[in-house]
């Protein structure tokens, strides 16, 4: 399902995401209902977004925000985005701490998750993605646009002779070949070490904030204490990268705990770097949105501490 109401140009856009425990679409739109009665707007989308969350769709709403804005500056304002994101988080009631809010303009949003706070919102929701946009979703409101011309193809290029062959020359003597080196002493790990992991999660999002929460989503099945370092794109992707806390075991233990943990099967075997190992997962065929490549890293805590040299 896929409605985009038109929005006015100086609007300051809410949109808000849920993902709820559903098996289809109805069920979905129907957890969400009372919801939507309250807050008003329309539904802008329902997805089956089983592949990031088994067993849940998402429903995003959107609406207009009630902040009052004066002028294009202070509606494209960081301030005045939070202010959007945030005065719609307390609207929800009392119970509802306010959560870290990210901007990065036209655009900011915050993510809450607390299965046992929303049910209360919206029965079987896992996850709340409340976003503000200055002008309206870009990414919506520019998919409309014609394509632009393509360019003419370049003239081919008149072919060159070849040049031609140089005289034959003496051979050049053939060194002895040198021995090759002994295979290197195998690492044996400490059982009792301390292992940091590291995820990153490639997302095909149209949004940032919409990576976010479906690399959360993936994230938080090895752990709910993962924190976001930095979101970049690449290519067409964006990728969302995870510092995942420590853990005591080997490299190898503890790599496979998180592998079984995220549930995925396909998994490359792991890559050694030093003490380091690197495990990686592809969808294929790749989605058009969503979770389309995880990458795995762990590494002792030792071998990342840098010591001065004495």
């Known amino acids: 399902m896929d409605n985009r109401p038109a929005m006015a140009g100086d609007d300051l856009e809410l949109l808000i995401t849920l993902v709820v425990a559903a098996d289809d679409e109805r069920q979905a739109l129907t957890a969400c209902a009372g919801l939507l009665r309250r807050v008003g707007g329309s539904v802008l989308q329902a997805r089956d977004c089983s592949d990031e969350e088994p067993g849940c769709w998402s429903v995003t709403i959107s609406r207009t925000s009630g902040e009052p804005t004066t002028g294009d500056a202070a509606r494209h304002s960081a301030g005045a985005l939070a202010m959007a994101v945030r005065g719609f988080v307390r609207a929800l009631g009392d119970d509802f701490p306010l959560p870290r809010i ?32 200055a002008g309206g979703d870009p990414y919506r409101r520019d998919a409309g646009a014609a394509p632009e011309p393509e360019p003419e193809p370049e003239p081919t290029p008149e072919p060159t002779p070849d ?17 090759e080196p002994g295979p290197e002493p195998a690492l044996t790990p400490d059982p009792d070490s301390t292992v940091r992991l590291l995820l990153r999660v490639d997302v095909a999002a149209d949004r940032p904030a919409g990576a976010e929460w479906q690399a959360r989503a993936v994230a938080s099945r090895v752990g709910r204490d993962g924190k ?83």
């Open 163 to 179: 040049p031609a062959p140089d005289p034959p020359q003496a051979p050049e003597p053939v060194p002895e070949p040198e021995p």
């Open 102 to 133: 990210a901007c990065d303009p036209p655009a900011a949003w915050a993510v809450i998750e607390d299965p046992a706070l929303l049910d209360g919102l919206v029965p079987g929701a896992e996850r709340l993605l409340v976003e503000a946009w």
């Open 228 to 310: 976001i370092t930095r979101v970049a794109p690449l290519g067409h992707l964006l990728s969302v990268h995870f510092d995942l806390g420590t853990s005591v075991g080997s490299t190898t233990s503890v790599l496979l705990d998180a592998v079984s943990s995220l549930g995925r099967s396909g998994w490359s075997a792991p890559e050694w770097s030093g003490e380091s190992a690197t495990v990686r997962w592809s969808a294929t065929p790749p989605p058009i949105t969503g979770v389309t490549a995880l990458e795995l890293n762990a590494t002792p805590t030792s071998a990342l501490v840098w010591t001065e040299p004495e």
